[in-house]
């Protein structure tokens, strides 16, 4: 096995035990699957009563809106794991590359005097 397959793996190994040992998450992943269950169990009991043209598409329109919520918790959930890692979110990183163009900016335009400077310095 290629050390980079290796390193992957105990990544997310140990992203896992991360995860597994996050007591507030799992309460959160537990409450949403039962939530999920009533909300399901919800909609079976609607399509007993209602009739067979509306079933489809009330599933399709319960799976998008599951998908959009479903989306939304996942993403809040990897903004505190990466809090909680301390691993740089793109949004800090894009940040941080911005703050080194302007440095690597003055610092271009500090040789410049610099150079000015001396050649003044030689003419005298």
């Known amino acids: ?28 992943l537990s409450a949403l699957a039962v939530k999920g269950k009533n909300k399901f169990d919800d ?18 329109q319960k799976a998008n809106q599951a998908k959009e919520e479903f989306e939304l918790r ?5 903004e505190r794991m990466y809090k909680k890692m301390h691993i740089a ?4 990183i894009k940040k941080l590359q911005e703050q080194v163009e ?5 610092l271009v ?6 150079a000015f400077i001396e050649q003044k310095l030689n003419k005298v």
């Open 74 to 78: 996942m993403e809040e959930i990897s």
């Open 102 to 106: 302007q440095l690597n900016i003055a």
């Open 89 to 92: 979110h793109s949004n800090e």
């Open 43 to 60: 909609l079976v009991e609607g399509i007993k009563e209602s009739n067979e043209d509306g079933i489809l598409s009330r599933l399709t």
């Open 1 to 28: 096995m290629k050390a980079k397959t290796i390193l992957e793996l105990l990544a997310i190994s140990t992203n896992l035990y991360a995860l597994s040992k996050d007591k507030e998450l799992m309460e959160d």
């Open 109 to 114: 335009e500090a040789q410049q005097k610099v």
